[in-house]
């Protein structure tokens, strides 16, 4: 069974020099999931993980350079994640491989996606367009006293059941951990509700007190939904994360109750 300490995080590794589909990492989402009680079988959302890709090079079929952009989507129902520094080596082992046009490329990378994730991987070209910062009420000027910085503070969350609203909240404050590293990891949480009103200061608490939890960008997205889901019962819920860049990468995982409008998809300026 493939765990994060057998990927190829936190190894010197040099640049490959030939294309070789065999340096992605696939990493089951199950165990992860088993931790904050989910059943993979009868998941209770919807949604993806959306990557942008930034440093994207291949050769056309005359020999000459081409340099791209593009948005990768694994869909949150594969039985596995793509370990990122697996995927950053991957597309650098196609920079001196010739194809006959850009769509053989999309292709390529398409199909050996969708082989390592277990699920079709969607592959465009392009990015989505710039946005100043996340949708929505920062909850980041809020004047409060923090002291819970890890693990993740689940109680800290609550939600008044008199007042129900419909609301989208953010974050320019998450952080959490790379659990092989420890390098950090920065992003802008989106959350989208319908139900009881959530308190605010207890929501920023609680997305702070991840700073100091290691846990793939992934599994945090579903743990943040996982609790609140849990804990404040909305009708309705969406939570996104946004990630920052590292490595020509960032990585958008998106996770829904069924039925949730899909979020259009933007990039913030910190990617």
């Not at 990927?7 to 931790?35: H, K, N, T, V």
């Amino acid at each position: 069974m493939n765990t994060p300490q057998d990927s190829l995080l936190g190894r010197e590794i040099a640049y490959p020099a030939q294309y070789d589909a065999r340096l992605l990492f696939p990493i089951p989402r199950r165990a992860a999931r088993a931790q904050i009680g989910l059943d993979d079988t009868a998941l209770p959302f919807v949604g993806f993980d959306r990557w942008q890709a930034y440093e994207l090079g291949w050769l056309d079929a005359h020999g000459k350079p081409q340099v791209g952009v593009a948005t990768l989507t694994v869909p949150c129902t594969s039985p596995n994640l793509i370990e990122s520094k697996s995927l950053k080596l991957y597309l650098n082992s196609l920079n001196d491989v010739r194809f006959d046009g850009a769509d053989a490329l999309r292709e390529r990378i398409a199909a050996d996606l969708s082989a390592c994730a277990g699920a079709p991987v969607e592959v465009q070209f392009g990015l989505p367009p710039l946005v100043v910062a996340a949708p929505g009420e920062s909850l980041d000027a809020q004047d409060l006293e923090f002291s819970s910085y890890g693990p993740p503070q689940p109680q800290l969350l609550g939600a008044d059941a008199r007042d129900v609203v419909e609301e989208t909240l953010s974050t320019q404050l998450f952080k959490s951990n790379c659990p092989v590293t420890g390098q950090p990891d920065w992003a802008s949480i989106v959350i989208h509700y319908r139900g009881p009103k959530l308190e605010r200061a207890g929501l920023l608490r609680y997305l702070v007190s991840f700073r100091h939890h290691a846990e793939f960008h992934e599994q945090c997205v579903e743990r943040v939904f996982s609790e609140l889901l849990a804990r404040c019962t909305p009708a309705a819920l969406s939570v996104e994360a946004r990630y920052t860049r590292r490595g020509g990468l960032d990585i958008n995982p998106w996770r829904a109750t069924p039925g949730f409008a899909t979020p259009s998809p933007t990039r913030e300026l910190r990617q």
